[in-house]
Each structure stands twice: as structure tokens, then as C-alpha cells.
């Protein structure tokens, strides 16, 4: 059963956990969500490209529930996420990792050379094995179109859920103490491993 926009209509903190074990479908392909990342919008959460407000990036963030915002990271690789709460307050949650669980010769010929277990482990991993990119920007997920989340399979043992710190954040937002916002399952195969952010040099 598809995901209803009421479902996303709800702080990105509450959506995250709850997407785990979800499924992802894009043109053949459907990913069971193992590993996401909430994040909290403008003014509340330093950690999101929202944080001092509306711009033409992330205008998608600031609308209806429901839709992606697709964004590209270090000038190579698309990042997907599902746009939260009340239209005009800017939450969504990053789709980070996991298992394909159909497709699987659609996503092995996206993804030649990896292992299974890595076509989706990282979310431009994720979005590259789905066909997911800047055309999706702002697609509703909730209207029967091409990307679409269904409901789990099998519920989620909340006893599996683990939270932390986001991987490759910096600045306050990447505190795991003040800002716990990753959500995975613990034992799956398929999450990312963490990485913290590296501080870059400017050139000159």
C-alpha cells in the first residue's frame, strides 16, 4: 500500500525511523529503506540546507509533504530526500541506504562492478541504482507517478533501530550529541558506514 501524504505530513524526526523497511520504487526497481537521515529545517537545525532560509535549491523543501527534494552533492553524485511536515517550515529526510529487493538485473546493470549489497549503500548509491536524478526534483511520491513509497512488508523491530550522528555533516549539526538524527537497523548489511566530516581547505 502506497505511502499517503499524511504520512510525510509530520515532523522529519517522527517520518525517519518510521520509513525504515519502507520501499522505494522507481521504474523497476525497489529499494527496502534500511538507513535515513532527519533534518529538521530553517532556524532549528544547522545541519540542513535550509537552515537560513528559502532559495531557489532548496524551494521544494519549503512546500507540500510528499514530494522529493533531489539536490547534487560535491558536483558528482544525486541525493534524494522525502519533504516533511507543514508546507512552509522546511523538514525532509535524507534516504541514505538500502537492500534491493526488486529489479535486481535493472539495478545490477546501473551498478556494474559493486556488490549487491552495495547498489544501494549511500544515498547517491541509492539514487543511482533507483534512476533517480534532478529531473525528480520535486516529484510527488504521493500521486501514483513514477517514484513511489509503499508501506513495509514486515514491521520493524523497534528494538533494531539505532540513532546517531549524520554521516559527513559539519559544523553543529554534525554533533551526535545534540543532533542524533541518523536512524538505520542494526545488523543490515546494507548501511553506510559513518564517516564524519572533513573540514576542506580553501584553495587560493
Same mark, same amino acid.
Given at each position: 500500500?502506497?505511502? &499517503?501524504?499524511?504520512?510525510?505530513?509530520? &515532523?522529519?524526526?517522527?517520518?525517519?525511523?518510521?520509513?525504515?523497511?519502507?520501499?522505494?520504487?522507481? $521504474?523497476?526497481?525497489?529499494?527496502?529503506?534500511?538507513?535515513?537521515?532527519? /533534518?529538521?529545517?530553517?532556524?532549528?537545525?544547522?545541519?540542513?540546507?535550509?537552515?537560513?532560509?528559502?532559495?531557489?535549491?532548496?524551494?521544494?523543501?519549503?512546500?507540500?509533504?510528499?514530494?522529493? #527534494?533531489? /539536490?547534487?552533492? /560535491?558536483?558528482?553524485?544525486?541525493?534524494?530526500?522525502?519533504?516533511?511536515?507543514? $508546507?512552509?517550515?522546511?523538514?525532509?529526510?535524507?534516504?541514505?541506504?538500502?537492500?534491493?529487493?526488486?529489479?535486481? $538485473?535493472?539495478?545490477?546493470?546501473? +551498478?556494474?562492478?559493486?556488490?549487491?549489497?552495495?547498489?544501494?549503500?549511500?544515498?547517491?548509491?541509492?539514487?543511482?541504482?533507483?534512476? =533517480?536524478? +534532478?529531473?525528480?526534483?520535486? =516529484?510527488?511520491?504521493?500521486?501514483?507517478?513514477?517514484?513511489?513509497?509503499?508501506?513495509?512488508?514486515?514491521?520493524?523491530? &523497534?528494538?533494531?533501530?539505532?540513532?546517531?550522528?549524520?554521516?559527513?555533516?559539519?559544523?553543529?549539526?554534525?554533533?551526535?550529541?545534540? #543532533?542524533? /538524527?541518523?536512524?538505520? =537497523?542494526?545488523?543490515?548489511?546494507?548501511?553506510?558506514? #559513518?564517516?564524519?566530516?572533513?573540514?576542506?581547505?580553501?584553495?587560493?
Amino acid at each position: 500500500m502506497s505511502l &499517503p501524504r499524511s504520512f510525510f505530513a509530520r &515532523p522529519a524526526l517522527v517520518v525517519a525511523p518510521e520509513l525504515l523497511g519502507c520501499l522505494l520504487t522507481h $521504474e523497476g526497481v525497489t529499494v527496502r529503506l534500511t538507513e535515513v537521515e532527519a /533534518y529538521a529545517g530553517e532556524g532549528a537545525d544547522p545541519g540542513s540546507h535550509a537552515f537560513r532560509g528559502r532559495t531557489p535549491r532548496t524551494e521544494v523543501m519549503f512546500g507540500e509533504a510528499g514530494h522529493l #527534494y533531489v /539536490y547534487f552533492s /560535491y558536483g558528482m553524485h544525486w541525493c534524494a530526500n522525502a519533504v516533511c511536515g507543514d $508546507e512552509g517550515v522546511a523538514q525532509a529526510v535524507l534516504l541514505r541506504a538500502g537492500e534491493v529487493v526488486a529489479g535486481n $538485473e535493472l539495478a545490477a546493470s546501473r +551498478r556494474p562492478g559493486l556488490r549487491e549489497r552495495d547498489w544501494a549503500r549511500g544515498p547517491a548509491r541509492l539514487t543511482r541504482t533507483l534512476g =533517480i536524478d +534532478r529531473a525528480h526534483d520535486g =516529484i510527488d511520491v504521493c500521486a501514483g507517478g513514477s517514484v513511489s513509497f509503499a508501506a513495509p512488508p514486515e514491521s520493524v523491530d &523497534p528494538a533494531r533501530v539505532r540513532t546517531g550522528p549524520r554521516v559527513g555533516v559539519s559544523g553543529p549539526g554534525g554533533d551526535g550529541t545534540a #543532533y542524533p /538524527y541518523r536512524f538505520w =537497523i542494526d545488523g543490515e548489511p546494507t548501511v553506510s558506514a #559513518y564517516r564524519p566530516a572533513v573540514t576542506r581547505r580553501r584553495t587560493r
